[in-house]
């Protein structure tokens, strides 16, 4: 019987981002080139109807695009032709344009500030930082804490 050997492990540099990473990557790849469409097709509008739309999806040679109301979607149609044009000049294989009626999302909410990492927070920080066998974790953690600390002690009356 033989003995199985485990497998060399690869050696990592640290913590990889979510979206370099299998199914998520894929994901952002899509969604950043959706974006890009968006952004290139919607250019080639003209203003009004430019800040009214939406691109949404290529699906099967259909160029989806969102629109808020039937008004704001005849108006686009219109351009059908434009469109098509300028996204075949980008390599697109499209063949038709379907507008949808529907509210576009809001834009992303304004967040409060962030509010300044205590000094208690700081020391647990540190805490954990002294716990950890992977040096790079534990400098990110002790990074983190120095700026607790930090915009803990920029509060505090000067003398």
Do not use: C, Y
Not at 115 to 129: E, F, I, M, N, R
């Amino acid at each position: 019987m033989q003995r199985s050997t485990p497998s060399p492990r690869r050696p990592t540099r640290g913590l990889k981002s979510a979206i370099d990473v299998g199914p998520i990557a894929s994901l952002a790849r899509r969604a950043k080139q959706l974006d890009d469409l968006d952004r290139q097709l919607r250019q080639t509008l003209p203003n009004p109807l430019r800040d009214q739309v939406r691109f949404a999806d290529l699906r099967e040679g259909r160029l989806v695009f969102l629109a808020p109301s039937p008004a704001w979607a005849s108006r686009l149609r219109l351009h059908q032709a434009q469109i098509l044009e300028a996204a075949r000049a980008m390599g697109t294989r499209a063949s038709s344009v379907t507008v949808k009626v529907a509210s576009l999302p809001p834009g992303l909410p304004e967040l409060p500030p962030a509010k300044p990492l205590s000094v208690g927070a700081a020391g647990h920080l540190q805490a954990a930082a002294a716990s950890m066998s992977d040096p790079e974790l534990r400098a990110m953690f002790l990074r983190l804490a120095s700026v607790a600390a930090r915009g803990a002690h920029d509060d505090e009356p000067q003398d």
